[in-house]
């Protein structure tokens, strides 16, 4: 505390008006209950967080369910369609089927792949081993790299001719490597190796997890005489549980989300294989500027990602093991 | 013929054998480790390698067959000639400018809320608290369109409002991390100061927040990171090249493609630095943050 004493007590000064503005709802009002000026408070303190969720989130949410019912674009204005753009969605828009089927092969292809690998990476940083902390900075460093700089780099490593996994493919003898983003079957493919590059931030959630699980559970395990694998089955796997559970649920949603690299690396293509549910979305309320019809992919969206969250959620209760949890 | 001693020969013979197994296999397992470690990390590497090697090759050699992994002559001009194309120092004070008001924005809003929640009792709490929670887990396309719509009347548009605004009035995500530390800090602590005379907000000021600096610190590094990566919402918001960041700026760059692969690439690299500087210097704090929540920046 070597704060100069003119600087604190300007600060206390500021600190005595900001309680004063603060307070002066409750004086105003002229109650003086401490119970109802605790709460007055209370409610001060949290007034920004209500207007950005009335407005932001309830509000926008509201809006935005009704503008799926509705056409609404710049030149119409809004009118009424009732479940029309539904409708379209599912059964007139040949693009729909496809961002949705595009999605889900990423998300079923890239959620288990990456949710594995930061186990497998995890266990092997969890073993004691020279220089632990620099791999495990190694291996998180990727994710803290921007989309759009993973996707300028990644693009670079697929290029078909000159990138450096076609060059190595061609190193070990293999003739006609795929054009990765430039072919409708491997731009997925490449979008799911892809991804695997940011398992970095699941390890470290593992690792944490790991940490956690107390050694005398290991001691017991060994004592009655279970190998290393039977270790890994019977005590890592259970209480590592909850993290695996954590981190699903996590990439589910975020892989339904994927934007930026189909948006950089190949515009939704080539032949629209990789179009996602974002990129649509953003064609039709930002290019095209159909707001409506925009929103309803936006419901669909959220209901997918909602009904995925509660599936994982049920499915839990059968391999989700909680200390404290009684045995059934 | 002697057999008993033949048998516990055996015997010694075959413990011995087993004994020894387990060593080298202790050895084995050991090393396949480190090796697998050690690959792994060296595939982790690769793309970021491949990215500075590439931004210091001459235009020829970016796509040369079989790559040239150090090149000759180190091109440094690669990173002085876009940087002055596209004006990437406006970028970055763009860029710079923004984190820093979101971040000082959301520290503000999302302390004193978290506040509450930890500490103040008043009608409703369960409730208010619930939006939160549910808040965290809602795919921000929902609320997309409307926000935009809402924004873009305001005349928000190539301001920097719309990104500025919603986070200053709180973040779910911060609003939810801090109030899970201040739960951890002592409520004795509060109830000294309060018989010292301290008021609610003086408890807040003078107790909960001085011993909050690493969430703080935490709330602060995700706060910079995320704006600094983020793409979408200064896609849609920013249309002119002077209000732009730096990730949307790189994006253009990379899209007028002038022919230089290379320069791409050590606009890339710049653009990367900056993170990993933060994150080098953040390290254990960021590490703790993430750990603490579960979710990433």
């Not at chain 1, 100069?4 to 600060?11: K, N, Q, Y």
């Not at chain 1, 109650?31 to 209500?50: G, H, M, N, Q």
């Not at chain 2, 000639?81 to 971040?103: D, G």
């Not at chain 2, 990171?225 to 760059?253: A, C, D, H, K, V």
Request: net charge positive; hydrophobic share 50%.
């Amino acid at each position: 505390m070597n704060r100069t004493v003119p600087g604190a007590i300007a600060e206390r000064e500021a600190e005595g008006v900001l309680e004063r503005v603060l307070a002066l709802p409750t004086q105003v009002i002229g109650w003086r209950k401490p119970a109802t000026r605790e709460a007055i408070f209370a409610y001060v303190c949290l007034s920004p967080w209500i207007v950005h969720f009335v407005i932001l989130i309830a509000g926008a949410m509201f809006v935005s369910l009704f503008l799926s019912f509705t056409k609404t674009d710049l030149l119409t204005g809004t009118k009424w369609l009732g479940l029309g753009n539904y409708k379209h969605l599912f059964f007139e828009d040949p693009l729909f089927p496809q961002a949705l089927k595009v999605t889900a092969i990423y998300s079923f292809g890239s959620v288990p792949l990456t949710t594995t690998l930061a186990l497998l990476i995890a266990l092997m940083l969890n073993q004691n081993i020279k220089l632990r902390g620099a791999w495990r900075t190694l291996y998180y460093m990727p994710s803290i790299v921007s989309g759009v700089a993973v996707s300028i780099i990644w693009a670079w490593m697929f290029n078909p001719r000159f990138g450096l996994i076609n060059a190595a493919l061609k190193g070990i003898g293999i003739a006609n490597p795929p054009r990765w983003i430039f072919s409708e079957e491997w731009a997925l493919p490449a979008f799911i190796l892809m991804s695997l590059w940011g398992a970095g931030s699941n390890m470290l959630l593992y690792l944490a997890g790991l940490q956690g699980i107390p050694t005398p559970l290991y001691d017991a395990a060994k004592v009655d005489g279970a190998n290393a694998f039977q270790r890994l089955l019977n005590v890592t796997l259970p209480m590592l549980s909850p993290t695996i559970f954590f981190n699903l649920i996590m990439n589910v949603i975020g892989s339904f989300q994927i934007f930026t690299q189909s948006y950089i690396m190949t515009q939704g293509g080539p032949n629209n294989a990789t179009l996602t549910m974002v990129l649509f979305l953003y064609r039709k309320a930002f290019q095209q500027f159909r707001h409506g019809y925009a929103s309803s992919i936006a419901w669909v969206l959220f209901g997918i990602i909602m009904a995925l969250t509660l599936l994982v959620l049920r499915s839990s209760a059968l391999w989700v093991y909680y200390e404290g949890e009684l045995a059934k | 013929m002697n057999v008993p001693s033949e048998i516990t020969m055996e015997r010694a013979r075959r413990l011995a054998v087993e004994r020894w197994l387990l060593l080298a296999g202790q050895i084995l397992g050991k090393i396949g480790v480190h090796l697998i470690v050690i690959t792994g990390a060296f595939f982790f590497t690769l793309p970021f390698a491949w990215m500075v090697s590439t931004s210091l090759k001459q235009g020829a050699l970016v796509f040369r067959i079989p790559p040239v992994w150090i090149p000759p002559k180190l091109i440094w001009s690669n990173y002085v000639i876009p940087w002055t194309m596209e004006n990437f120092s406006l970028f970055y004070r763009n860029t710079a400018i923004i984190c820093t008001l979101c971040v000082l924005g959301t520290m503000c809003s999302s302390t004193l809320v978290a506040y509450a929640f930890a500490r103040l009792r008043f009608p409703g709490r369960g409730i208010v608290f619930l939006t939160v929670l549910a808040s965290l887990m809602l795919p921000g396309q929902v609320t997309l369109i409307p926000t935009y719509v809402l924004f873009s009347r305001l005349g928000w548009v190539d301001t920097w409002l719309p990104l500025i605004v919603p986070t200053s009035l709180g973040s779910a995500f911060h609003i939810f991390l801090l109030r899970q530390y201040f739960m951890t800090i002592s409520r004795e602590l509060d109830d000294a100061a309060k018989i010292d005379g301290c008021s609610l907000l003086g408890i807040f000021f003078r107790i909960i927040l001085p011993l909050s600096r690493p969430a703080l610190g935490v709330v602060g590094i995700f706060e910079l990171m995320y704006w600094w990566n983020n793409f979408f919402t200064p896609l849609i918001y920013l249309n002119r090249p002077e209000r732009m960041t730096i990730s949307i700026g790189l994006r253009m760059f990379q899209t007028r493609d002038e022919g230089h692969l290379e320069w791409t690439m050590a606009m890339t690299v710049l653009s990367v630095i900056p993170l990993i500087i933060v994150f080098f210097i953040a390290q254990r704090r960021f590490i703790q943050g993430i750990v603490l929540t579960g979710i990433k920046g």
